[in-house]
């Protein structure tokens, strides 16, 4: 079975070099995702997040917020991926639901709301 971190490894083999995410404020290749993925899952572990427990990530699109997911997939820790804005009740909701292991995001501050 091919997992999502496969495929990362998989390009960052073949395209070391070329562009995997791009936003206005940065980019990255392939390798450098792929040993940001690698890094983050190391702190992911450190964190305490095993196989099978969630993670839920939240804030800007960017290529740590991409990295963290590949991460996540490495440890086998499902995740998603909630829109910046998502917060109140909403958040509330999902993270019930979802009973993460960790809550990821760009701006703390935000989880208050």
């Known amino acids: 079975m091919t997992l999502l971190h496969d495929l990362l490894d998989h390009a960052a083999h073949t395209w070391p070099d070329r562009t995997a995410v791009s936003t206005e404020e940065d980019s990255v290749t392939w390798g450098e995702l792929a040993s940001a993925s690698e890094h983050l899952a190391g ?11 969630r993670v839920v990530l939240t804030g ?4 740590v917020l991409v ?9 086998g820790a ?18 019930a639901d979802a009973e993460p292991a960790l809550l990821i995001a760009d701006d703390p501050a935000a989880l208050d709301s």
């Open 67 to 75: 990295a963290l997911c590949f991460a996540a997939s490495r440890l």
């Open 43 to 53: 702190w992911l572990a450190e964190a305490g997040v095993r196989r099978g427990q």
């Open 78 to 95: 499902p995740f998603a991926v909630l829109h910046e804005q998502t917060r109140g009740a909403a958040l509330a909701h999902v993270l």
């Open 60 to 63: 800007k699109a960017s290529p």
